[in-house]
């Protein structure tokens, strides 16, 4: 079995140099699985994808994010059947850990 996302988007931070730096991002790409994306059985789905995000950067190379994310399928597909006259869509949320390895040539604030 393969699987592959790809998603290719753009990130708005909208305070990048804080503790607290909310952001915005929006894209598309796909859903490739050998076996069927979703409940379907088509191996290849396109989507939109858009999220929105919170991170705490707890240390210069440490931060702590929680963010919401939504997949509108360019299919009715995803679930296995075509119902109504919508596309599928998908939401989630996620918490993580993101670790920087270059160092920040500006120097912060808060720090």
Do not use: C, H
Not at 48 to 58: P, R
């Amino acid at each position: 079995m393969i699987i592959l996302r790809l998603v290719i988007f753009l990130r708005y931070v909208f305070l990048p140099y804080d503790k607290f730096t909310p952001y915005l991002s929006v894209g598309g790409g796909f859903d490739y699985n050998t076996n069927g994306v979703g409940l379907s059985t088509d191996r290849f789905m396109p989507k939109i994808k858009g999220s929105f995000g919170l991170e705490y950067m707890v240390r210069k190379n440490l931060g702590l994010s929680v963010s919401s994310g939504w997949n509108y399928y360019l299919s009715d597909r995803f679930d296995g059947a075509r119902n109504g006259r919508y596309n599928d869509a998908s939401w989630g949320i996620s918490v993580g850990m993101k670790f920087y390895f270059l160092k920040l040539k500006q120097k912060v604030a808060y720090f």
